[in-house]
């Protein structure tokens, strides 16, 4: 059976401009074969059935050549694949996506297109130049600055000049200065406003405002611009009354989170509303216990128990699972108190249909075993659903009750995971003022197992609680404890030690 192809444009990197059509291919593909300019939040989110083959380029050094590239996605077609052709940008606009395209319908190849938001249009928007405006231009021209070493710049300066309107130049910051002096001798005035666009969208954007008589000399005393965009015309004098992005609270924060994929939303949600670049690499996954013969008999006598003790949603996922398969329902609950460790489990209990009767002040084992200690009396019978790798605290603090019956049963385990196409070690010695932020002691582990070798003592760990901050702490890391062990806390944490450096 043959496959599909999609070309997809993944925008210019901030993932809240990735469509939501793309967002769909992307999730269901089998093969995904993208391109250097798309982002590492977005590549995260390649499902881990998939596979990866990366198609990078970056000026003179192609990883795969087109024509490669090409012949890739007509053999995965030709295997009855799933393939994601994933660029940044539009893949029709400078993409080379026409010539992808070609190869396979030649074959017979079925595809589509799901059109990108492109960098031309979006980086100018980011920086608060609007690319037309009804007083100063009426109109906006694309043209590719990609040339050849060591080869003249053919381009007919004297037409673009008679155009009267913006002029937006991609991938032409090797060949700025011939851009500028071309304009100015078809006639363009040398104090025309011109501007570079630095990696638009992203915690590292840049904007350098100048004219085309002094914009080379800027960007030849700059280091590290790529990539970037050129803007020549009137609506450049703009940009320092419209800019919006870096207004944000947190533009500049760029943060890596290790929570489990199904965990992260929220948190990363609010950190993106409040303007930092979000990374999203999962460093643990939970997996549940399926041959559990001492969970299945407790859910069998369920009404037995005086207390049911949950410590995060994993376990009340999985707990309501085994109710599920034992044809039993939250009815069966009647009877039972309930505990949660803190809010985020105390929410899934919620979509439940289970609300707790204690959550302690502090989020913590210690807390939660002593609050729940000092209401038990003697002879209840408590069940402790939870990670094979438990807290010992809980049961530390239960202890000093007689004649309490603790059934302390592991219904899942935590795996390390390791990344594939973004990869922790990269995001933070390319990135050094990356800060890394943990909602458990296992994230922490996970993410020294991701890093193994790596110097990790010049980090900031932004963590959930004193627990995972002593994870922490023992690997080096320059630690942060959140005021309270919430959502919000933690977010507000992440600002407070971004300001600090600035």
């Known amino acids: 059976m043959t496959g599909k192809v999609w070309l997809v444009g993944a925008g210019p990197s901030d993932i809240g401009l990735l469509t939501l059509r793309a967002k769909q291919v992307i999730e269901a593909a089998d093969v995904v074969v993208y391109d250097a300019l798309v982002s590492p939040e977005i590549l995260t989110m390649v499902p881990d059935s998939a596979q990866l083959i990366n198609a990078g380029k970056r000026s003179s050094h192609h990883i795969l050549r087109q024509e490669q590239t090409n012949q890739v996605l007509l053999e995965e077609a030709l295997k009855g694949k799933r393939v994601v052709r994933l660029k940044g940008g539009d893949p029709f606009l400078f993409g080379r996506g026409g010539e992808e395209l070609q190869l396979l319908a030649e074959h017979g190849i079925p595809f589509e297109v799901v059109p990108g938001i492109t960098s031309a249009i979006s980086v100018p928007a980011y920086n608060g130049i609007p690319v037309t405006h009804r007083d100063f231009v009426s109109s906006v021209h694309i043209i ?5 070493a060591d080869e003249p710049l053919h381009m007919d300066f004297e037409a673009l000049v008679r155009l009267h309107g913006t002029l937006v130049f991609l991938m032409g910051v090797a060949a700025a200065a011939d851009i500028c002096q071309g304009l100015i001798g078809g006639g363009m005035s040398p104090e025309t406003p011109a501007a570079i666009l630095s990696r638009g969208t992203t915690a590292e954007q840049r904007r350098l405002v100048s004219d085309l008589a002094h914009l080379p000399e800027q960007i030849a005393a700059e280091k590290d611009l790529t990539p970037a965009i050129i803007v020549v015309g009137e609506v450049c004098r703009l940009a320092d009354q419209f800019a ?8 500049g924060c760029r943060v890596v989170i290790t929570r489990p994929k199904d965990r992260s939303s929220r948190l990363t949600q609010v950190l993106r509303e409040k303007g930092a670049e979000v990374i999203e690499i999962p460093a643990i996954r939970t997996e549940r216990i399926t041959e559990n013969d001492r969970l299945r008999l407790a859910v069998e006598h369920i009404d037995s128990y005086q207390w049911i003790v949950f410590t995060s949603p994993a376990g009340v996922k999985y707990f309501i699972q085994a109710l599920a398969e034992e044809k039993r329902d939250v009815r069966q609950l009647a009877g ?15 979509e439940a249909g289970i609300y707790p009767d204690l959550m302690p002040q502090t989020y913590d084992g210690e807390h939660l075993g002593r609050e729940l200690a000092a209401l038990l009396r003697g002879g209840e019978r408590i069940l402790l659903p939870r990670a094979k790798k438990g807290n010992p605290e809980i049961v530390r603090e239960i202890a000093k009750i007689p004649d309490v019956s603790l059934e302390d049963i592991a219904i899942y385990d935590t795996i390390y995971e390791q990344t594939r196409a973004v990869t922790t070690r990269d995001q933070f010695e390319k990135h050094p003022q990356t800060m890394a932020v943990f909602t458990s002691a296992s994230t922490v582990r996970g993410f020294l197992a991701q890093t193994e070798g790596m110097d990790v003592s010049g980090i900031d760990a932004c963590c959930i609680g004193r627990q995972t901050a002593a994870e922490a702490e023992k690997a080096g890391m320059r630690i942060h404890i959140a005021a309270k062990a919430t959502i919000d806390s933690l977010a507000e944490l992440v600002g407070e030690v971004y300001r600090s450096r600035l």
């Open 144 to 148: 590719t600055g990609h040339k050849k």
């Open 244 to 251: 919006w992005y870096e207004k944000k609270e947190l533009f």
């Open 336 to 350: 039972v108190k309930i505990a949660s460790l803190g809010p985020g489990t105390a929410r899934a209990l919620g």
